[in-house]
């Protein structure tokens, strides 16, 4: 997918939808980060799923934003 963002993208139908239902978009990055966790640390020889961490040590960081926008 070829997507070229100058920042200035205004999706109108887009924000309702978020408005609306939520941001699933940024729910879903949170869901890959979490998985990408757990997978990392099952890889590393770890037994089992570890418990998902808090706030603080989650790969979304304090306030559940991951990367990006």
């Known amino acids: 997918m070829n997507h070229s963002s100058t920042g200035n993208d205004h999706l109108p139908v887009y924000e309702s939808l978020v408005r609306e239902r939520g941001d699933v978009v940024a729910e879903a ?22 418990p998902t961490p808090g ?8 306030h559940g934003h ?3 926008a």
Not at 55 to 62: F, I, S, Y
Request: proline share 9%.
């Open 29 to 50: 990055r949170l869901v890959a980060a979490e998985a990408q966790y757990q997978a990392a640390y099952a890889l590393n020889g770890h037994g089992g799923v570890r």
């Open 55 to 62: 706030p603080a040590q989650h790969p979304a960081g304090p």
């Open 66 to 68: 991951v990367g990006g």
